[in-house]
T-cell receptor
């Protein structure tokens, strides 16, 4: 079965650079979530999109932005990168219209800011 | 107070024994409850979900929900070394899924 696909798997950037993370949800899923997980931390919710519109916002810095495109894939854009942005970034997708929505996660993008 | 709290662990259990993981949540309006398993450096994997009070069993896993006490637990019977991982409790409140801090479980052969 198709899963959530994230790219790239690993990304190394320097301070003040920009990064773009991509997420391709499971086919027919209409909702995408972005989470950030630091070492030894639980996943922190950043932002979500439903039917290409932002549906909820968490602890996403102003330096970050995201969008969901017409094919339902999503991109997380990160600017003015800081050392503290180094983390594992997960995308998850779901079918919100289902009675009991379940999230399925991609393999994540490991971002290292040097 | 965190929205979702777990017994922080680490938890060490002998192989073949029962592992018990606990989670409490603060939002009484929460509707859906999930347990994810996460191996180091990997993504969370959904292993159990429960929506109604009581027990739900799936193989060696049993999820228990008590909405009055705002408590959800996960029991793993006949623990195997491959069950060694971090277990994340997740609760859906108003829209987003909120995770607990995770409990690291080690099964000793």
């Amino acid at each position: 079965a198709a899963g959530v696909i994230q790219s790239p798997r690993h990304l190394i950037k320097e301070k003040r650079e920009t990064a773009t993370l991509k997420c391709y949800p499971i086919p027919r899923h209409d909702t995408v979530y972005w989470y950030q997980q630091g070492p030894g931390q639980d996943p922190q919710f950043l932002i979500s999109f439903y039917e290409k519109m932002q549906s909820d916002k968490g602890s996403i810095p102003d330096r970050f932005s995201a969008q969901q495109f017409s094919d339902y894939h999503s991109e997380l854009n990160m600017s003015s990168l800081e050392l503290g942005d180094s983390a594992l970034y997960f995308c998850a997708s779901s079918f919100r219209a289902s009675t009991n929505e379940k999230l399925f996660f991609g393999s994540g993008t490991q971002l290292s800011v040097l | 107070q965190k929205e979702v709290e777990q017994n922080s662990g680490p938890l060490s259990v002998p192989e073949g024994a029962i592992a018990s993981l606990n989670c409490t949540y603060s939002d009484r309006g929460s509707q859906s409850f999930f347990w994810y398993r996460q191996y180091s450096g990997k993504s969370p994997e959904l292993i159990m979900f429960i929506y109604s009070n009581g027990d739900k069993e799936d193989g060696r896993f049993t999820a228990q929900l008590n909405k009055a006490s705002q408590y959800v637990s996960l029991l793993i019977r006949d623990s195997q070394p491959s069950d060694s991982a971090t277990y994340l409790c997740a609760v859906r409140g108003r829209g987003k899924l909120v995770f607990g801090q995770g409990t690291r479980l080690t099964i000793n052969p």
